[in-house]
């Protein structure tokens, strides 16, 4: 599906031993009052493989892996990742990378915040020492450690001096590429990062890795709108939180591509929203809208007609979010990963504006996030009975706030009151997939970047630096309802023929669309009216 998919089928036809079985060893130790939690062992290429700590007394062992340049990692009980293993540390230097092939007990384990570190240190010759291998610290604790890596690393110019890799660490954080959701320390979430730096400033990028990622789908089509910064008539707020817990379980679907090959299962490693559970009176999860099927107890997954695997978790938004680890297993390899976000709401429209409407429209919202435009009297644009109105100029602009997200407090965020992040660096487009009118036939799809003008981030206007629609130049930050994007949209240009020849009262619809780089997707349907 992307360039990890053709990787994955590179390293099989070339021959590349992703496995390490070639190199077998065995790793053990006792994680102290560590019932219950699952360790990870992420091998230098990113092929992982776990164990479950099933005893009081914490031990646990892992075999059959390459052990070389391979590192260790804790997933708690509700299957959110907790953090590394480390073999020795300073008070500035950290160091988690085992070294040699031969079998390697820990002994005793003991958990730290964010971390854990074997009591008795490993010996020298165990453990990768080197520049590239050497987590920054404070206090002998990695600076990404309980953070999930979302942690500032550098000046953001500077070479990273690790190296890439799901199995290592580039920004020498202390946490690995599979688990660390700010790979390379500029506190942008991979999802949403667009820089330079992430993808040529780095050593061993072109170094193999395997890998598979996930990313969030949240479309609204119907009369409610969800999001934090909704506000109702005369400045009254509606119940946003309950609004939310409400609809995220309906809404939210996660992604995520088969790594070379088409089926396989998904380990959530103790996150309850895979097993079978029901929501109101709809049994979750579903596999591409399909009710789930199970290998023992892991999720079975399969290539859908999307060309990915699409999971319909049902959970609500205190369930699921940053820092959910995975484990997705294909024949006989397993990939590590973790969730780098998960929208809660959509993009909620603040205003529009025709050559028809007599000026600005501004949207309120009552206490179930149902539009109440200036008091009813004009159309809201959110069913195909009360279409907004359009001019034969086709001119349209919308004003809207940004989708959110929960703030990981972990890492120092801190959100708007309730915790709620606006996100940023989304590129936002307006999608037609349907013809006018409802004829046989498909729309324009997206408009092309002639379409947009008048790009507005919080009312001052912004070079668009978009490749499919207009790049948000803002980052993600406390979600606050002064804070909107806009633009003005030339439905003659981007129907072309189609909308001139299209009569009176011909009506379409129009999703806008908020993207991440990695496939992160929410939107919101307007309906519209040709007059």
């Avoid at 360039?3 to 006792?30: D, E, H, P, Y």
């Avoid at 660390?180 to 890795?209: A, C, H, M, Q, V």
């Avoid at 290998?295 to 319909?312: E, F, K, Y």
């Avoid at 324009?444 to 002639?450: D, E, I, N, T």
Wanted: charged share 20%; aromatic share 8%.
């Amino acid at each position: 599906m992307r360039r990890l998919f053709v990787i994955a089928l590179l390293l099989t036809a070339t021959g590349v031993v992703m496995s390490g079985a070639a190199n077998a060893a065995k790793v053990s130790g006792q994680l102290a009052k560590g019932k219950g939690y699952t360790v990870i062992l992420v091998q230098q290429d990113g092929d992982a493989k776990k164990a479950k700590v099933k005893r009081k007394n914490g031990k646990f062992k892992i075999s059959g892996v390459s052990l070389s340049k391979a590192t260790l990692h804790l997933v708690k009980r509700d299957g959110t990742y907790y953090g590394p293993i480390l073999l020795r540390s300073s008070k500035k230097k950290a160091y988690a990378t085992i070294s040699g092939k031969k079998n390697l007990n820990l002994g005793s384990i003991e958990l730290k915040s964010g971390y854990a570190v074997a009591k008795k240190k490993v010996s020298k010759k165990r453990v990768a020492t080197s520049k590239a291998y050497a987590a920054k610290a404070k206090s002998r604790k990695p600076v990404g450690a309980g953070k999930f890596g979302l942690v500032k690393v550098g000046n953001g110019k500077k070479r990273l001096s690790g190296y890439a890799g799901e199995g290592r660490d580039m920004d020498l954080d202390g946490i690995v590429g599979a688990f660390d959701i700010d790979d390379d320390g500029d506190l942008i979430l991979d999802n949403l990062d667009r820089s330079e730096r992430k993808s040529r400033k780095i050593r061993g990028t072109s170094s193999p890795s395997t890998t598979f990622q996930l990313f969030s789908n949240f479309k609204l089509t119907g009369l409610v709108s969800l999001n934090a910064n909704l506000t109702g008539p005369s400045g009254s707020v509606p119940d946003l939180n309950a609004l939310i817990d409400d609809w995220v379980p309906q809404v939210v679907s996660l992604a995520t591509e088969v790594v070379g090959g088409t089926s396989g299962t998904l380990d959530c490693l103790g996150t309850g929203y895979c097993a079978a559970h029901t929501v109101g009176a709809v049994s979750y999860p579903l596999v591409n809208m399909t009710a789930a099927t199970y290998t023992s107890t892991l999720l079975d997954i399969w290539t859908g007609g999307t060309g990915d695997a699409q999971v319909s978790p049902g959970a609500l938004p205190s369930e699921i979010g940053s820092g959910d680890a995975f484990l997705q297993t294909v024949g006989t390899t397993s990939y590590a990963s973790t969730l780098n976000f998960v929208f809660n709401t959509a993009p909620a429209v603040v205003s529009y504006e025709t050559s028809s409407s007599g000026g600005t429209v501004a949207i309120s919202y009552d206490s179930n996030g149902y539009a109440t435009p200036d008091g009813g009297t004009l159309h809201e644009g959110f069913s195909s009975s009360d279409r907004i109105e359009v001019s034969s100029d086709g001119l349209v602009t919308v004003t809207w706030w940004r989708p959110q997200r929960q703030a990981i407090t972990s890492a120092g965020e801190m959100g708007d009151a309730n915790g709620w992040m606006d996100i940023g660096s989304l590129e936002y487009s307006a999608d037609i997939p349907n013809a006018m009118g409802g004829s046989s036939g498909t729309g324009p799809g997206l408009c092309s970047l002639a379409s947009y003008s008048n790009t507005l981030s919080d009312g001052t206007a912004f070079t668009n630096a978009g490749t499919e629609g207009v790049l948000d130049p803002e980052l993600d930050r406390a979600a606050d309802p002064l804070q909107t994007l806009s633009f003005t949209l030339d439905l003659s240009t981007c129907f072309g023929t189609d909308w001139t020849t299209a009569p009176a009262n011909t009506a379409f619809d129009v999703d806008i669309q908020a993207r991440s780089v990695d496939g992160d997707n929410a939107a919101r349907k307007l309906y519209f009216l040709k007059v």
